[in-house]
């Protein structure tokens, strides 16, 4: 057990020391043994997310960091890299580093900066809410009389710009802007599922995703409950399964 101590604080002690382009050698030399390692050039900027990018070109690996993570500690970096250079050769992240870099991402410190560089740097791209077949300002104050009272503030809506099956609707917080698939803004598509799909993401501003350790839970039991209070739940959730 001592030795087992001694032995993770030195890594901890080597990791503070290692520059970014170190700790990025040494992942490529632990995911790629017999590997000789390219050059690596690291640098952080300024992204309207938290995404990071890497790439493999001529000799030499770049990778783009969030400047959200700018001065994070050096465990998160060393998981970055190596969920980063996981990815850059096809292969799943291991599991312990990425846990430990979503734990990062959902401390709420790191979250509330999240949001604060979505809102500044990035611009929300949306059609009008008055789309082609229907408003959905019109259908969000029928909705909020119906199901909150009308006490519910309207957020920005919109129609996203294309048409996405996969994703029907999202709620935005950093831009507090709900989204819905222009797939939906269609004379074929039934008002009851429009209603239906704004409905379910009017409830992700009544009640917000749970953040816990790595976990992040949007679902939460509240919000499954109160979704059993829309009209002709199942003949909505029908309907959107024939699109």
Known sequence: MRDLTVTATHLESTLLFETPEEIYYRVFKALKPRTTPP???????????????IRWKNDCIE????DILDGAPAPVIEALAYILLSKLFSKPAPPEYAHRYRR???RRDVRNRVHLVRRERGRKLVRSAKGRHYD?????????FKYFYGLMSRPALGWSLKPSKATLGHYDPSHHTIVLSSLLDSASVPRLAVEYVLFHEMLHLRHPAEHCGARRRVHTPE?????????????ARALLKLL
Request: net charge positive; proline share 0%.
């Open 39 to 53: 050059k690596f050039k690291v640098r952080f900027l300024k992204f309207a997310n938290a995404n990071s990018f």
């Open 63 to 66: 990778v783009k960091i969030t």
């Open 104 to 106: 990062y991402l959902n």
């Open 136 to 144: 959905l300002e019109q259908i969000f104050e029928e909705l909020n």
């Open 223 to 235: 919000f499954k409950e109160a979704e059993k209070q829309f009209e002709r739940l199942g003949e």
